[in-house]
């Protein structure tokens, strides 16, 4: 049973998936407690348990799945005898694996999925879902996407929520003024049979974003230089809200890419306030609550922000109109800087393990100290992942791509959209005239080149930009050296063949 201090709210909603309804769990009221976060007001909210120790049980609204880590968790439901909790509060689409290459899309099923380890995993979950009737939108569905952009184009994502799944960038949610964060395979097991998951309170650490972003300056470059700013740990054991004027600008789009970022920042979750922005996106979604049950959501997500006199443990405050294009440079996202900067030198470095770590980084990504970023020529350009592949991330790529080519030096560009409806809007747009008449690839939705799970790969040696999230060694392929950026610079990289100014294309 539910925490009985919480006074809950379930709201039906219309489901587009095999299930006839979705039922939300969201917290209305509770005891009056001044000063509260929007973290602990959603902790409140979908608290079961508490032990001495700090282990807590908290309900779980929505489990998004994919193929990678579920198989493991539906085999051990079968071996216990179990059946899941809740059936619809659970929403699976494949992602991860899956070709995006149109030609291999266009054949039926899974029979064009050239890796055979691939075609198992998919074809796994789509029977997993069959045996346990878990919701599923599979692959010849149009809504079939990435995990993180299908689950808000639904409204499977929904403010006041509490958002699993077995992936990291889970925290990608939380830009609807929910708890969302990553599971492992054993807790996607947990969830699935009790709806519930085991786990401790987080610190609340807010990053206060104010001011007016530059032209040409995303949400991902604000992500990217606060984490340049506090490390790829600095959040660690933290839930991260962000706020400020720079991010109530933002659309939903930019705030998911922001809270998505949160993760490489250290933090478990990422969040924003509930603002009419929010209310407006969630608005219609097939699985939205609609009527009177809408206008009851809508007040009870109304009071999902900070109060004013709510106390953080930590709180950091940059100036957004600082901030200019970024660019990494290293072996992890903390290893940034501005367009107009250069890659740092031993003399910068202020200890031993620092100095090593430049060094090693340098050697990994065949560059040199002192570099300028401006300098450094590209080989291949990805655009897509669960951080930058919506229908705004390829709008903006495309507009600095209209009326230019490929450059010479650049071996590949693919541009992956995240979802079957992204897809055909872009087309609608005429965005993937625009890329392929610039000599690009476009591609079916996926996670693609993000995490290069299928085909789609940096050679060894190979330099990309790219708007995914991560640039460890061997992220997007064996001996592949990745450069994060936003959708823009990533297209000024693609037609000018090094690192540049998305404002400075229109010079050529």
């Known amino acids: ?87 619809n509060a659970n929403v699976a689409v ?8 149109p030609h291999e899309r266009a054949s039926e099923g899974y029979s064009g999925v050239a890796d055979a380890t691939s075609r198992v995993q998919l074809e796994t979950l789509n029977d997993n879902c069959n045996d346990f009737n878990i919701p599923l939108i599979d692959l010849a569905d149009q809504r079939q996407g990435i995990v993180h952009v299908m689950g808000p184009e639904q409204g ?14 889970t925290s990608t949610h939380g830009a609807f003024g929910a708890l969302a964060h990553g599971i492992g395979t054993s807790e996607v097991e947990h969830v699935l049979a009790t709806q519930c998951l085991l786990t401790k309170k987080m610190d609340n650490f807010r990053v206060v974003l104010d001011g007016e972003a530059p032209p040409g300056v995303t949400a991902k470059d604000l992500a990217l230089a606060v984490i340049g700013q506090i490390g790829t740990a600095g959040a660690t054991g933290c839930a991260l809200e962000f706020a400020g004027s720079a991010v109530k600008s933002l659309t939903m789009e930019g705030r998911m890419t922001l809270c998505n970022m949160a993760i490489e920042a250290g933090a478990r979750a990422g969040m924003v306030a509930v603002d009419q922005v929010t209310l407006d996106y969630v608005k219609s979604r097939p699985m939205a609550p609609t009527g009177e049950q809408w206008e009851m959501a809508e007040n009870y997500w109304r009071t999902l922000h900070s109060d004013a006199a709510a106390v953080f443990d930590r709180e950091l405050v940059i100036d957004a109109s600082a901030i200019e294009p970024q660019v990494t440079w290293g072996t992890s996202p903390e290893m940034v800087t501005s367009i107009g900067g250069t890659v740092p030198t031993m003399n910068e470095m202020h200890d031993e393990t620092a100095r090593k770590s430049l060094e090693r980084a340098l050697d990994y990504m065949g560059l040199q100290q002192g570099m300028k970023l401006s300098d450094i020529p590209v080989d291949m350009v990805f655009i897509g992942s669960c951080t930058n592949a919506r229908i705004e991330d390829l709008r903006a790529a495309a507009a600095v791509v209209r009326g230019h080519k490929k450059a010479n030096n650049v071996e590949r560009v693919l541009v992956v959209p995240g979802s079957g409806l992204v897809k055909a809007q872009a087309e609608a747009e005429g965005l993937d005239k625009v890329f392929t008449e610039a000599g690009m690839e476009w591609r079916a939705p996926g996670c693609s080149m993000c995490l290069a799970m299928n085909a789609d790969k940096v050679e060894p040696g190979k330099r990309c930009a790219s708007t995914s999230n991560r640039n460890f060694e061997g992220r997007q392929g064996f001996g592949g050296r990745t450069h994060l950026v936003s959708p823009a610079m990533a297209a000024a990289a693609a037609v000018t063949g090094r690192f540049t100014h998305p404002a400075n294309v229109e010079a050529l």
């Open 1 to 87: 049973m539910l925490n009985s201090r919480a006074a809950l709210l379930v709201i039906a909603s219309s489901s587009t998936t095999s299930a006839a309804a979705s039922f939300i769990v969201v917290g209305l009221s509770r005891e009056s407690n001044m000063g509260r976060t929007l973290y602990d007001k959603l902790w409140d909210a979908h608290l079961v348990d508490q032990q001495d120790d700090g282990s807590a049980l908290i309900y779980i609204d929505r489990h998004l799945i994919h193929e990678v880590t579920s198989p493991q968790a539906f085999e051990g439901l079968r071996l216990a005898g179990r059946s899941p909790r809740r059936l």
């Open 94 to 101: 494949p992602d991860h694996n899956v070709s995006t290459d």
């Open 156 to 169: 499977a994502t929904l403010p006041g929520m509490t958002i699993v799944c077995g992936d990291s960038h």
